[in-house]
């Protein structure tokens, strides 16, 4: 199985910051990868797709990029409604996987 | 607008089974593949499994293997999670969610829509 390694698990920031979480994959995922924001109690909510399209109605901050095996997730300024777990998911194989999380917080 | 309303979920004593439902509306849900997610209490997401649009091809996780079972009635535009053999472990939120790509056979795509979840609590 292709495992998902996300980094880091935890992250604290100020809103205007840009802010940037990277997701590594143990293989080559070519550009199957998305990315996806889960508020507590909630369900997860596309934000980026094949690493970096951006889902409709997504705010233009946030933006994906790479291939293969190293991906990364960018907010370019940072604002207090993104607080949240952020996960990467890969859709390479019909075994899908997810990263372990990266939770973001507004200092 | 898309709706996956989740139901069945409760608790369960460790061994017995359990039914997971998902009520589609709002798209064809006949042309889509869907999954089920799963979300273990102050865990992370884990993918449990996708059935293809017509139930023809499924595929589920290693660490339920040979326990669940996905399937789904087009005619009712609802989706299903067997659920055999329960263990603690499998206590979770389990969501499903819709592939963002229809077509035929398992269409490898991200997941666009998710439902609320329901809770499964497999304790003695």
């Known amino acids: 199985d292709i495992q998902m390694t996300q980094s880091p698990s935890t992250l604290s920031a100020s809103v205007g910051d840009r802010v940037t979480i990277t997701c590594r994959a143990s293989q080559n995922i070519n550009s199957w990868l998305a990315w996806y924001q889960q508020k507590p109690g909630k369900a997860p909510k596309l934000l980026i797709y094949q690493a970096s399209t951006l889902q409709s109605g997504v705010p233009s901050r946030f933006s994906g990029s790479g291939s293969g095996t190293e991906f990364t997730l960018t907010i370019s300024s940072l604002q207090p409604d993104d607080s949240a777990t952020y996960y990467c998911q890969q859709y390479n194989s019909y075994l899908y996987t997810f990263g372990q999380g990266t939770k973001l917080e507004i200092k | 607008q898309v709706q996956l309303v989740e139901s069945g979920g409760g608790v369960v004593q460790p061994g017995r089974s359990l039914r997971l439902s998902c009520a589609a509306s709002?798209?064809?849900?006949?042309?889509?593949?869907m999954h089920w997610v799963r979300q273990a209490p102050g865990k992370g997401l884990e993918w449990v499994g996708v059935?293809?649009?017509?139930?023809?091809?499924?595929y589920h996780a290693d660490s339920v293997k040979g326990r669940f079972t996905i399937s789904r009635d087009n005619s009712k535009n609802t989706l299903y999670l067997q659920m055999n053999s329960l263990r603690p472990e499998d206590t979770a939120v389990y969501y499903c969610?819709?592939?963002?790509?229809?077509?035929?056979?398992?269409?490898?795509?991200?997941?666009?829509?998710w439902g609320q979840g329901t809770l499964v609590t497999v304790s003695s």
């Open positions: 969610a819709k592939s963002a790509r229809s077509g035929y056979g398992i269409v490898i795509a991200s997941l666009d829509e």
């Open positions: 059935i293809a649009y017509d139930g023809s091809n499924k």
């Open positions: 709002g798209f064809t849900f006949s042309s889509y593949g």
